[in-house]
């Protein structure tokens, strides 16, 4: 599946906030309630205080449904953990500008294996510790929350980078998304696409309600 282009609102739900006896059902329900892609959060506990899951999820639902699935590696060592990531049958790879690893390496690793690499900065991070990969990434992720747990309060303060980083975008003529991740919902997807952002990770504010389609549609029409 083609990741759209920045100039499109796209809507990547997260996969943290299904019922995980259904993974497979959950998936399903994402792509016929009209999901872009499919967010998939990989927590080691190290990195992040708190563990998710691993390759073999990615797999499972790589293999289960054809959506274009959009992974984030909260862990330590990418550098280490990535080709197992890219077997998976990962389709973009977000790794952290915090992380242990060389991360110039690491994004050129990513495309050089026909993924789309990503690049997040968690909320206290500046903008200026992404600029000399910017021309190097397929989506630039600002959290908004800080990462780890779902259910957080978005965070107005992030608003900033993320327009910074559409300004520097447009001055370079690069291509990059520009992705926030955390406390979305209608409300809070209207400050992030009025700041630059096109890439929306929602979870509870999807996965978490009945008419998971009406919920998309208000997030990618806020």
Known sequence: ?????????????????????????????????????LHLDVMDGHFVDNISFGPAMVQTIHESNDIFLDVH??????DHYLPRFIAA??????????????VAETLERIREAGCLAGLALNPATPFEQAVPFLGMIDLLLCMTVVPGFGGQPFMESVMPKVSAAAAYRKEKGLTYH???????ST??????????????????TTFGVKDMKAAITAIREA
């Open 89 to 102: 049958g990962s389709d973009c790879i977000t790794v952290h500008v915090e992380a242990e690893h060389d």
């Open 178 to 184: 520009i992705e926030v991740d955390g406390g979305i």
């Open 73 to 78: 590696l909260m862990i330590s060592r990418p």
């Open 187 to 204: 409300a809070t997807a209207s400050l992030a696409y009025a700041a630059g952002a096109n890439v929306m990770v929602a979870g509870s």
């Open 1 to 37: 599946m083609i990741a759209r282009t920045f100039h499109d609102r796209v809507i990547a739900p997260s996969l943290l906030a299904a019922d995980f006896s259904k993974v497979g059902e959950e998936t399903t329900r994402a792509i016929n309630a009209g999901a872009d892609w």
